[in-house]
């Protein structure tokens, strides 16, 4: 069961327009959603992370929209750089008693074109 | 600060054979964990601890061990391994849980089973 779903799988966008990667999640007990970065042959690294109590959170080029009724968020990556070309994944976890771990969305390979 | 370690970087097994991930983060981190990375399907959570002494599965736990016996190490034992298990594996710790707290991983160990 897939519980935090992905897309799309890969993106290819030119130099200085706009990549959004999209997620949706299933359990309403989450409570907490980061976005890891990852570059070929390094470990995730966290890139932005949102709580549900605010809809948007911006960090330099990179943003987080959140939509709690329909239970997705998004990344949106402003003027793309081919320093940008990465995996990104999406995740989620929950506080309290429940397993305390991430649960990862299947990965965003971004292609940035110069 | 070394941050997260783990060796082997690569490794080949041979089906049935034994073998020892090592994971070791010098952040004096509460919360350490595994995750194995196969494409199309994110990061999957084989084990994690939240403190010397204690362990608990994750979502894909069958065919690996663990234990922590210190603060600073967390290593993985493949009982005997099976083809399935050809993954690259991430070992990670963040301060307390995942929820809230920034999740640091290490480069990764390739490992190939014949």
């Known amino acids: 069961q897939q519980q935090v779903k992905q897309s799309p799988q890969s993106l290819i966008v030119q130099k200085g327009g706009i990549s959004i990667i999209n997620c949706a999640y299933e359990?309403?007990?989450?409570?907490?959603f980061p976005w890891y970065q990852q570059f070929p042959g390094k470990g995730p690294a966290l890139l932005i992370a949102?709580?549900?109590?605010?809809s948007e959170k911006k960090e330099g080029r990179f943003t987080i929209s959140f939509n709690k009724s329909a239970k997705q968020f998004s990344l949106h990556i402003m003027d793309s750089q081919p320093g940008d070309s990465a995996t990104y994944f999406c995740?989620?976890?929950?506080?309290?008693?429940?397993?305390?771990?991430?649960?990862f969305g299947s990965g965003t390979r971004l292609q940035v074109q110069p | 600060n070394a941050g997260v370690t783990q060796t082997p970087k690569f490794q080949v097994l041979k089906t049935g054979q034994s073998m020892t991930l090592q994971c070791a983060q010098d952040?004096?981190?509460?919360?350490m964990s595994w995750y194995r990375q196969d494409p199309g399907m994110g990061l999957r959570l084989i084990h994690y601890?939240?403190?010397?002494?204690?362990?608990d599965q994750g979502e894909v736990p069958n065919g690996y061990n663990v234990s922590r016996s210190t603060t600073e190490d967390f290593p993985l034992r493949l009982l005997s391994a099976a083809p399935s298990q050809t993954s690259v594996y991430f070992c990670?710790?963040?301060?307390?849980?995942?929820?809230?707290?920034?999740?640091?991983f290490g480069p990764g160990t390739r490992l190939t089973v014949l």
């Open positions: 990670a710790s963040s301060f307390r849980g995942p929820s809230y707290n920034e999740q640091f």
């Open positions: 359990n309403t007990a989450f409570d907490y």
């Open positions: 949102i709580r549900p109590d605010v």
């Open positions: 995740a989620a976890s929950m506080g309290g008693t429940g397993r305390r771990a991430l649960t």
């Open positions: 952040m004096n981190h509460e919360y």
């Open positions: 601890s939240v403190g010397a002494g204690i362990t």
